[in-house]
């Protein structure tokens, strides 16, 4: 199981140097702040549940953010991000999230299949446009490549190894630069 990391506090509140009390200035910082736009995100997704019955317990942005923030720690299935979420409890309460706690794993469970996909998907690609425009404009001159690999199953080399494909693909021009066989 992977080992549980706190959330940066940082980057979720801030201090008085002059108090003695630790007071939360801005929950989830500034405007520009990935938090907070990741809080924005999370509260565009369409609510699926039924309101009407008086028996939801937690908002779907808090599960949504517990979610993306869990998965970002490397916490990959259910019981890894409850016990993410009763880890960093009280750092979500600072940010007014999971008031009642951290939701079950059923919850988890009818969060992650009652999700229209779609939608969900156009609300994050809508997410993450911003950031690569942002990106983008940090620095101009720079180009984002995207790496990725792949062994090949159904061949075997003289080692008894499967040989692995390495290929680069750049954002800006649209197109794979490279495409490397690596034999081990």
């Known amino acids: 199981m992977n080992q549980i990391k706190p959330l940066d506090p940082v980057l979720s509140i801030g201090t008085d140097a002059h108090s003695d009390i630790t007071k939360v200035v801005n929950k989830f910082g500034s405007r520009d702040s990935i938090l907070y736009k990741l809080k924005e995100f999370s509260s565009s997704v369409p609510d699926f549940r039924r309101s009407d019955k008086g028996n939801i317990r937690h908002r779907l942005d808090d599960i949504i953010m517990l979610m993306i923030l869990a998965r970002a720690s490397k916490c990959v299935e259910r019981t890894e991000i409850i016990e993410f979420g009763r880890h960093n409890l009280n750092k979500f309460r600072k940010l007014g999230m999971l008031k009642n706690g951290g939701p079950s ?30 990106l983008s404009k940090a620095d101009g001159d720079k180009e984002i490549i995207c790496v990725d690999g792949k062994a090949e199953r159904g061949t075997v080399q003289d080692n008894g190894r499967n040989p692995d494909i390495v290929s680069a693909y750049s954002y800006n021009t649209g197109g794979v630069l490279m495409i490397s066989a690596e034999v081990l």
């Open 105 to 134: 794993e059923a919850t988890l469970y009818r969060v992650e299949h009652g999700i229209d996909d779609r939608t969900f998907a156009d609300k994050m690609q809508e997410f993450a446009k911003l950031f690569h425009r942002r």
